[in-house]
């Protein structure tokens, strides 16, 4: 099975700030999705970077991949009240069958207008 | 599109009872999860599917019981609950093994 750890647990920011969290993982990935949950609410897709990536972005989103460090980032830009949120990455295993994906406690964000 | 739907949305069950919880898509995704959420322990996987008519069991299967008889449906059974099983159930599901999972709003359990 795969699982994501992120770090910190939780981070907290003035509004208009910028706003980094991280994921390690421990083996060998396919791709690496990042995923935010609402208060209450189910798991949206946010963005999904390929193990030959080293960086992609989605607007005020970018993530990077080190592959030789098992770890990746999520920054989100000038953040706004309405990214607070919990987030989670989830590593996804190469090969052709399909490996568990658990995905870790998450980093919960708190922007403050 | 709906996405994927979960039904209930909550429940209370006394302990010892039984009940399923039923997930839709309709986006003719092969791949199906169910996963519990709990205070500070992310999502952990419960059962999943990788096609119609399969099952496997995912990180803490015990209690529960799953069936993919259709490719749009995958319910998630609990033959006798107990408090232990109170939780934020969510399913999901995706097109290939790759991810990129779609979530259902999910399901409020409560036993007492």
């Known amino acids: 099975s795969q699982q994501g750890e992120e770090d910190p647990q939780a981070l907290s920011i003035q509004e208009g700030e910028n706003a980094t969290m991280n994921c390690s993982y421990k083996?060998?990935?396919?791709?690496l999705q990042w995923y935010r949950q609402n208060s209450g609410r189910g798991l949206v897709h946010l963005i999904l970077?390929?193990?030959?990536?080293r960086e992609k972005h989605s607007g005020r989103l970018r993530v990077t991949l080190d592959t030789s460090k098992k770890s990746s980032s999520l920054l989100i830009t000038a953040s706004r009240a309405a990214d607070t949120a919990s987030y989670f990455c989830?590593?996804?295993?190469?090969?052709?069958?399909?490996?568990?994906?658990?995905f870790g406690p998450g980093t919960s964000l708190s922007v403050i207008p | 599109n709906a996405g994927v739907t979960q039904t209930p949305k909550f429940r209370v069950l006394k302990t010892g009872q039984s009940m399923t919880l039923l997930c839709a898509q309709d986006?003719?995704?092969?791949?199906m999860y169910w996963y519990r959420q709990d205070p500070g322990m992310g999502l952990r996987l419960i059962h999943y599917?990788?096609?119609?008519?399969?099952?496997a069991k995912g990180e803490v299967p015990d209690g529960y019981n799953v069936s993919r008889l259709k490719k749009q449906n995958f319910l998630l059974g609990l033959e006798s609950a107990a408090p232990s099983q109170t939780s934020v159930y969510f399913c999901?599901?995706?097109?290939?093994?790759?991810?990129?999972?779609?979530f259902g709003s999910g399901t409020r359990l409560t036993v007492v």
């Open positions: 999901a599901s995706s097109y290939t093994r790759e991810g990129g999972y779609t």
């Open positions: 083996t060998s990935i396919n791709n």
């Open positions: 970077i390929r193990s030959n990536e």
């Open positions: 989830a590593p996804v295993a190469g090969g052709t069958s399909y490996d568990k994906v658990i």
């Open positions: 986006m003719n995704h092969e791949y």
């Open positions: 599917s990788v096609g119609e008519g399969t099952t």
